[in-house]
Nanobody, 120 residues
């Protein structure tokens, strides 16, 4: 199975920056789309940004222009550079990857989540 390890979460002040990184390991055949989700208290989990193997990225409206998602197909990592953070960005951030197995079936794998807390 595929295991995801997230790093870079923590605390930041409003206007500050954080960089999240997620590395996939384990029984990997091919990794397709990679993404970051987040879930704030009392809110549903939402897609923050996603990126495909051709590095086409999609962003949630509130983070577009502030966050940048990137990936390395060689290192099998996905990163989220977050700038100009505001308290509304406070959430648990989850890494997600789509794994394509030997039978060409696609399975979603999730990281444990990392807390991002932005203070005023």
């Amino acid at each position: 199975q595929v295991e995801l390890e997230e790093t870079g979460g923590g605390m930041a002040q409003a206007g500050g920056s954080l960089r999240l990184s997620c590395k996939a390991s384990g029984a990997i055949h091919t990794i397709g789309d990679m993404a970051w989700f987040r879930q704030a208290p009392g809110r549903q989990r939402e897609l923050v940004a996603s990126i495909n193997r051709d590095e086409h990225a999609i962003y949630e409206d509130s983070v577009r222009g502030r966050f940048t998602i990137s990936r390395s197909n060689f290192d099998q990592t996905v990163a989220l550079q977050m700038t100009n953070l505001n308290p509304e960005d406070t959430a648990v951030y989850y890494c997600m990857v789509k794994h394509i197995d030997l039978m060409s079936y696609v399975h979603d794998f999730w990281g444990r989540g990392t807390q991002v807390t932005v203070s005023s």
